[in-house]
Nanobody, 122 residues
Framework: QVQLVESGGRLVQAGGSLRLSCVVS????????MGWFRQAPEKEREFVGA????????NYAGSVKGRFTIPRDNARNTVYLQMESLTSEDTASYYC???????????????WGQGTQVTVSS
């Protein structure tokens, strides 16, 4: 059983930066593509970005491209979401996910964390 635990969410001012972490246990970390999604109140869960198994290939949503990056540390079974130039539009619960490929549809991902809240004050 693969378990994902996110951390790092908090209140941050607009224009600020934040790094979320997701630690994975169980299974083989490098067997999975890792992704981040977010969900704001009364909105559907949306793709933020993903990184391939070896940490080389990445894909980002247009709304975060150039501001967010997703490094992964295979030695620590950890993937991060580094967020820069945050705006109120980035306020959401952020979820880490693991799965077989870099799909933007959340239904294609296999394992999920419990989420961590990011609130950006303007």
């Amino acid at each position: 059983q693969v378990q994902l635990v996110e951390s790092g969410g908090r209140l941050v001012q607009a224009g600020g930066s934040l790094r979320l972490s997701c630690v994975v246990s169980g299974g083989t970390f490098t067997a999975n593509t890792m992704g981040w999604f977010r969900q704001a109140p009364e909105k559907e869960r949306e793709f933020v970005g993903a990184i391939g198994r070896q940490g080389i290939v990445t894909n980002y949503a247009g709304s975060v491209k150039g501001r967010f990056t997703i490094p992964r540390d295979n030695a620590r079974n950890t993937v991060y979401l580094q967020m820069e130039s945050l705006t109120s539009e980035d306020t959401a619960s952020y979820y880490c996910a693991a799965g077989p490929n870099m799909h933007i549809d959340p239904r294609e991902w296999t394992w999920w964390g419990q989420g961590t809240q990011v609130t950006v004050s303007s």
